[in-house]
Structure formats: C-alpha cells, structure tokens
C-alpha cells in the first residue's frame, strides 16, 4: 500500500530535550515536504527536499533540521524544542512537478511544554 | 508571494443539502494548480478535488465540484447531497506550477458541520 508514515503520531515532551519525527514513504517520489498546522493559520511549510541531498527552508524553518540522505527517508529535527514548536505536523511527499498530488502522512502532535 | 484566502472560519449545512465554501488567492502567475482538501477529526488531509489553471472547465468529482473564475482568481468548493461524513476542516491550496519547490500555499480553513 502507497504510503507516507510519520512517527510517533504523539510526543509530549520538555523544552530543550532534542527530539526527531521520522517520515518514510514507500512511492519513490523524489519530494518531500514539512508542514505544522496552527489553529488559525492553516499549514505552512517548514523545510523541503528535491531529492537526496538537496533539502531547502521553507517559510518557518527557524529551529528545526532535517537531512536526506536516503530517498525514501526525510526526518524532521528539533535539536532544543521551546513551547512555540507545539503543533501538528504532517510530513508529505509526491512525484516532481506541481500538477502531482501530495500524499500526506497521519500527523504527528507534538507538545512541548 | 502567493497568498490564499479563507474568509469563513465555520459554515453548516443541513444534510442532503448544497453548500459553497469560498476560496480566493493572490498570485502573479499563470499557470498553478489549486486543490481542496479535507480533514477530518482524524486528522489526515484527503486530496478532494484538484484544478489546473490552463483548464478552462471546472473540475468534478462525484458530489464535489468546484468553481474556478481565474481573473476574479476565485476557487470555491460545492458540496452537493451533503452527508454526516462530510463534516470535517476543508483548506484551499496553491501550488505553483514553476519553480523547484513543490509547496502547497494553505488558506486557514473552513470547518463545515452537517447537521442531520
């Protein structure tokens, strides 16, 4: 089954405590993508990557990471995790070109308290 | 920059009944793609209906159907014969159809509730 998996679905956790959301998908697609879901604000991207090794910010990168380094893997870092960073996140992924449909992993809740 | 916007935080809807969610953006390109997607409370985000600017006819699929009125860059969703399980957040999206990155530009979405 074509899929995107996020991993874990929930983490509460403390400030400062780094923290890493994986997100495989099993459809060779060369993109992938973060996004977090604020109320209010819809979903915004955070980081992306064309292919391996090639990743680029997004439009709210401050304090995350991510790497590339194989093609079906592109995990989400938060190396010292402040409260701000309390969201959804959903890791998607897609062939190249804009016409492609973005497949979306289930979410990933994560609090920081 | 692409903006997208979703005036209406929350509508209702009687089942088996029609309602139109609003969508505009803001864009100096010509050729993009604009989707709808739902949410569910499960919290996924299910691809609805897609467009394609250069395509003049407005997309269908099945009791969804959309709008697109490119100079008023208008993309408004109808939901026809509307069923409980069609309560859920809805987000219009931009996606360029240029450039390296594939990002879907989010509106701040509508929550539709159904009333039975």
């Known amino acids: 089954e074509a899929q995107v998996t996020q991993n874990p679905r929930y983490l509460i956790t403390v400030t400062g405590k780094k923290l890493t959301v994986t997100c495989s998908q099993n459809?060779?697609?060369?993109?992938m993508s973060w996004y977090r879901q604020d109320p209010g604000l819809g979903l915004r991207q955070i980081y992306y990557s064309m292919n391996v090794e090639v990743t680029d910010k997004g439009d709210v990168p401050e304090g995350y990471k991510v790497s590339r380094k194989e093609k079906r893997n592109f995990p989400l870092i938060l190396e010292s995790p402040s409260p701000n960073q309390t969201s959804l996140y959903f890791c998607?992924?897609?062939?190249?070109?804009?016409?492609?449909?973005?497949?979306f992993g289930d979410g990933t809740r994560l609090s920081i308290l | 920059a692409q903006t997208v916007t979703q005036s209406q935080p929350e509508m209702s809807v009687q089942e088996a009944e029609t309602v139109t969610l609003s969508c505009t953006y803001d864009t100096s390109e010509s050729d993009y793609y604009l989707f709808w997607y739902k949410q569910p409370p499960s919290r996924q985000m299910i691809l609805v209906i897609r467009?394609?600017?250069?395509?003049?006819q407005n997309a269908t699929e099945n009791r969804f159907s959309v709008n697109f009125q490119k100079a008023a860059k208008s993309f408004s969703l109808k939901i026809s014969d509307s069923q409980l399980g069609d309560a859920a957040m809805y987000f219009c999206a931009y996606r360029s159809a240029s450039g390296a990155n594939s990002k879907l530009t989010f509106g701040k979405g509508i929550t539709l509730s159904v009333r039975p």
């Open positions: 467009q394609e600017a250069y395509k003049q």
């Open positions: 998607a992924s897609s062939l190249s070109g804009g016409r492609r449909p973005q497949h």
């Open positions: 459809m060779n697609h060369e993109y």
